[in-house]
């Protein structure tokens, strides 16, 4: 699909993900005549210039969002752990049972009050 075709005049195309290593085919008719462009996303930067304040918020307006279901990302699958070699072998198989939950995972506590800066020093 050509997805610059489903851009209007001047519409732009945000490009955030490029897990299949393939390079992005574009018809240059496109930047010229219809005055289209394509600017890559990656969040990583945004976390980095963005204050403690900016990201609570990015939450608060999400999480509502998400818990709704008025938006989602689709599962296309799902796996099942198999037993490492390591550490986590020594408790158990019936640790990996099943299929991973959201509600199953630890997730880290964030610490907004310090800026990205400071953190990483």
């Known amino acids: 699909m050509n997805l610059m075709s489903c851009l209007s005049e001047s ?13 992005m085919v574009v018809n240059p008719g496109s930047f010229i005549f ?3 462009t394509i600017h890559g996303f ?21 999480a ?17 752990f198999r037993p490492s070699q390591g550490r986590d072998h020594a408790r158990g198989p019936e640790r990996w049972q099943g299929p991973v939950r959201a509600e199953d ?3 880290p506590r964030v610490d907004f009050t310090h800026s990205a800066t400071e953190a990483s020093t």
């Open 11 to 23: 519409g732009v195309l945000v490009s955030y993900g490029g897990t299949s290593r393939k390079p």
């Open 34 to 36: 219809k005055k289209q």
């Open 105 to 107: 995972v630890r997730r």
């Open 64 to 80: 509502p969002l998400i818990a709704a279901s008025t938006i989602s990302t689709p599962v296309a699958t799902t796996y099942r």
């Open 42 to 62: 990656w969040l990583l930067y945004w976390y980095q210039s963005a204050t403690p304040a900016e990201i609570t918020a990015m939450f608060e307006h999400l």
